[in-house]
Structures are given as structure tokens and as C-alpha cells.
């Protein structure tokens, strides 16, 4: 059923053509103001889901056998198709997510700039060649698709993150069923609309809207599935690597983080602060690459807090489309209840308020999900220490020496991303080498990914191959030929 508003978009989910579902119509609401209704959204159930497997079968044969090259010049026009549409596509992001008009306007962009990357994918070297026990005989190996992959996709970067595993996966001769948060719905039909538009057969691509828990069991415990791609929560993340361990499934999940930047006594404090703004509070703190700890050397932690808190009392915070605003809502009910929950019971804990604390409830605001940009003083230990709060919230902790803020980085049971600003060599070795985090930099923000390296982490933030970097690693196998003649 859809609203009776001509104005209000109709999402459908697209399994071999666009389509109803089985499921209920939900309505997605704005989160800078839940009173606004962006759009009604048909809602996936397991008959839709276990209907986008079979037809994913079919397209997988259709579409792996496309020359490859082909499916590269696929992609190439798919960028051209996003690069021009980008005004719309930027606006489904501000809608559904909430994030301030310049970074929607660079998540689209970035996307665009990783498709061009992946469509050349096909031009790297496939294999390899090796000796036999004769000179009349020979090896090599060449690399196939695996088949159908699922990509569970979050609503933090509703079109990025989607879109890496969707090239991925397809320049590499795979169907594709996309799962998109529930939240994300417009980012994932425009989407998927550019990449049919190009030549994408309907079969290669499906789109299953719909709840997690609904649609997402059948899909992963299908034998017909090959691969997931996940990225979301540690605790959604495990369930879907313990069943696709059970049928077989290649699997690969990001999930959690809880990011620590280290300042170092000979840090050049503004670029550290400004580091921290950026990848504190930058959307919202919803990423799971954000600074959420700041690890400040005993020296210059008091000016360091000083010119924290006068950069984050400079940030506006507001709904997305509005001139200068810097932090937008969160991006659900669910999410800011959820942000708040953790943030009361580290404060609860002793974490001492520095700015801000609380939900956001005067004027216009109070109709969005807003939370104020809040800086904790806080102990190594407890909810601000360790667990990963996805708001606007950056809690700072006090070291006396490097190997300190080293065990300190570790401490937590996650390990995706982690930053060291100094000016020693030898610091910045030691903390490569000895944090334990997939991801480190120096003198940069713990967010970032750069299609061409791997994005992965240690512990329990990420399991199997990591995104990016060699794509093909994950998205293909590999197959030896040994001949004789």
C-alpha cells in the first residue's frame, strides 16, 4: 500500500524487474525532522528473498560470461551515469541519512571516483605461470567468478559502501543480491536503477528491501548462495560468518570499532584537533573508522582539551540541507536512542561532561535526532573506554609515554583503525608496528579509504579477506590448469 501524497516516492524492491513484495509497506521518515515522511517503502519477506536466489542463479551464468572487458566498460558508464545524476543522488543521502550537504556531495563523488577504479579491475594480472615436471608441460592459474554474492550493507554510507561491494562483485562476473539497510532505501534504488540502465542484466542485480531479520536468514542460509559481503554490527557480523561456516559460504565482515587517536607531546596540536573534529564528529560519529578516543599525552592534555572544546563549540548542528551546518542528526530513532543509552551509562560510570551531553530538544531540532557534540573526560576503563557509542561522542584519556598509549590503544576488544600524531620517526614506527589495528596513520584522521588499499581491521571489527585493495581476492577463486602437450 502507498501513501495517498504524489509527492511521496514509492520504493520497490527489484527482483528481475521492478516489484511489490510479500512484505508490509514502512514508511522512511526524514531524520532532521521525523514529522516529514521521504518516502513508502515495500518491504522484503523470506518469499521474496528466497525468489531473488533463484533468479540470482540464472543472472550469475548470464553475466559471467560476458567478456570481462565488457563488464568493465559496464562500469565505466555506470560512473558516467552517477557522475551526472549526482544532484539527485546526493539528496537521497541528505533525506534518508541526514548528513550535511557537503559530505553527501563527496560520499557521491567518491563513489563515482571507486567505480572508475573497479572497471579497470579486469586489466590486472589474472594468475600466474609455473613449471611442471616436464618442458612439454605446464601450469597456470586463472581466476572465476565465484557466483552469487549477497551484500548486507549499512546506512552510514548508504551509497559508498554499497557500491564498492556492488562493483567489486560484478566486474568480477558475479550476480549480486543487494540487502540495504533498512533506513537507506532511496540511496539503494538509485543505485540500483544506474547500474541497470547501463546493461546490467535484471537478473545479475537484485534489490531485497526489508528487515534484517526478516530476509536476511534465507539468503544466508542458502546453499545456492556463494559469498556474503557484510558490513554492520560485531553482533550481527559473527551470526552471519557462524552460518555461512556451517553451508560453506565465502564470507567477509566489517563490523565494529572503537578508534583511538594518540597525541604525542611533540604533536602539532591544531592538526590534531582538527583531526579529532573531523573524524569525531563527522557524520555524526556514525562510522566505524571514527575517532572516538583521544589518547593525550599527560603533557599537553589540558591545552589540547582546551582547543578541543573550542573547535566543537564552533560546529553548527542542524538538518543537512541548511548553509553551514557541519553536524547533522543521527540517523534513526533507533540510532540516537541507542547513542544516548550508552552515553548516559558511561556518564552514570564517572565520564565527566567537558560539552555538550544530551539530545538535542529546542525549536526544530527537537522534531530530528539530534545529539550535541559531546567531549568526556574519562578513565581507561568503562562504557566511554570501550564500547562504541555511534553518536557525536569523544571521550579523552590521559598516558604518561608511548608504551602506555600503545596498550591503551589495544585494550578494547575491537581493531579496525587507529591514528599517532607526532613528529618522532621512531614513535611512529613503534605504533605501526605495535598497535593491533588492520588500519593506522600518522598524522591523519582514522576515517578514509582509498579503493586501492585494503579497508579491514583485527579482532573482533572484521573476519575474512578485507574490502578494497585486491578486490578479486574475495569477489573470485582461483583455478590451476596443468597442461601437457
Request: charged residues 20%.
Amino acid at each position: 500500500m502507498t501513501t495517498s501524497n504524489p509527492d511521496i516516492p514509492f520504493i520497490r524492491q527489484h527482483i528481475d524487474g521492478w516489484c511489490e513484495s510479500e512484505g508490509e509497506t514502512v514508511l522512511l521518515r526524514d531524520p532532521a525532522d521525523a514529522r516529514q515522511v521521504r518516502a513508502s517503502v515495500s518491504s522484503g519477506s523470506p518469499v521474496d528473498a528466497k525468489r531473488s536466489v533463484a533468479v540470482a542463479r540464472r543472472g550469475a551464468v548470464e553475466w559471467g560470461q560476458r567478456p570481462a572487458f565488457e563488464r568493465g566498460d559496464v562500469l565505466r558508464r555506470a560512473a558516467d551515469l552517477m557522475e551526472s545524476r549526482q544532484d539527485s543522488l546526493v539528496l537521497g543521502i541528505v533525506h534518508e541519512m541526514g548528513k550535511p550537504l557537503g559530505e553527501a556531495t563527496a560520499e557521491v563523488r567518491r563513489t563515482v571516483d571507486m567505480t572508475r577504479h573497479f572497471a579497470g579491475a579486469v586489466k590486472h594480472a589474472e594468475g600466474a605461470s609455473h613449471r611442471l615436471g616436464s618442458d612439454k608441460e605446464q601450469a597456470w592459474t586463472i581466476r572465476v567468478p565465484l557466483g552469487v554474492v549477497v551484500a548486507i550493507t549499512p546506512w552510514n554510507f548508504p551509497l559508498m559502501i554499497p557500491n564498492w561491494k556492488i562493483a567489486s562483485a560484478l566486474v568480477h562476473g558475479n550476480a549480486v543480491i543487494f540487502k540495504p539497510a533498512e533506513s537507506a532505501p532511496l540511496s539503494a534504488a538509485a543505485l540500483t536503477q544506474c547500474y541497470l540502465d547501463v546493461g546490467v542484466p535484471a537478473a545479475a542485480l537484485s534489490l531485497l528491501l526489508g528487515r534484517g531479520p526478516v530476509v536476511g536468514p534465507t539468503l544466508v542460509e542458502s546453499t545456492d548462495v556463494d559469498a556474503v559481503t557484510f558490513t554492520g554490527s560485531t553482533q550481527v557480523g559473527r551470526m552471519i560468518v557462524a552460518e555461512s561456516a556451517r553451508t560453506g559460504k565465502k564470507v567477509q565482515a566489517e563490523m565494529g570499532g572503537k578508534n583511538a587517536v594518540v597525541v604525542m607531546p611533540d604533536a602539532h596540536l591544531d592538526d590534531a584537533v582538527a583531526s579529532v573534529v573531523l573524524a569525531g564528529f563527522g557524520t555524526s560519529g556514525q562510522r566505524c573508522t571514527s575517532s572516538s578516543r583521544v589518547l593525550v599525552h599527560e603533557e599537553v592534555r589540558e591545552e589540547f582539551t582546551d582547543r578541543l572544546v573550542h573547535a566543537t563549540k564552533a560546529l553548527v548542528t542542524g538538518p543537512g540541507l541548511r548553509p553551514g551546518v557541519t553536524v547533522g542528526p543521527l540517523a534513526s530513532q533507533q540510532a540516537m536512542e541507542g547513542a544516548l543509552r550508552l552515553l548516559e551509562k558511561a556518564i552514570s560510570e564517572g565520564a565527566e561532561v567537558v560539552v555538550g551531553g544530551g539530545r538535542l530538544t529546542s525549536g526544530e531540532l527537537g522534531h530530528g535526532y539530534f545529539i550535541e557534540p559531546t567531549i568526556l573526560n574519562a578513565d581507561s576503563t568503562g562504557t566511554a573506554f570501550c564500547e562504541e557509542l555511534f553518536g557525536p561522542v569523544v571521550s579523552v584519556h590521559q598516558f604518561t609515554d608511548l608504551d602506555q598509549a600503545i596498550e591503551m590503544n589495544n585494550a578494547v576488544r575491537y581493531g579496525l583503525s587507529a591514528a599517532i600524531y607526532t613528529n618522532n620517526l621512531t614513535s611512529a614506527h613503534r605504533f605501526i608496528r605495535e598497535v593491533d589495528t588492520g588500519m593506522v596513520h600518522v598524522n591523519r584522521p582514522t576515517v578514509g579509504a582509498e579503493a586501492h588499499l585494503p579497508f579491514g581491521g583485527a579482532k573482533e571489527s572484521a573476519y575474512g579477506i578485507a574490502e578494497l585493495g585486491a578486490s578479486a581476492d574475495f569477489f573470485t577463486r582461483t583455478r590451476s590448469a596443468h597442461v601437457r602437450w
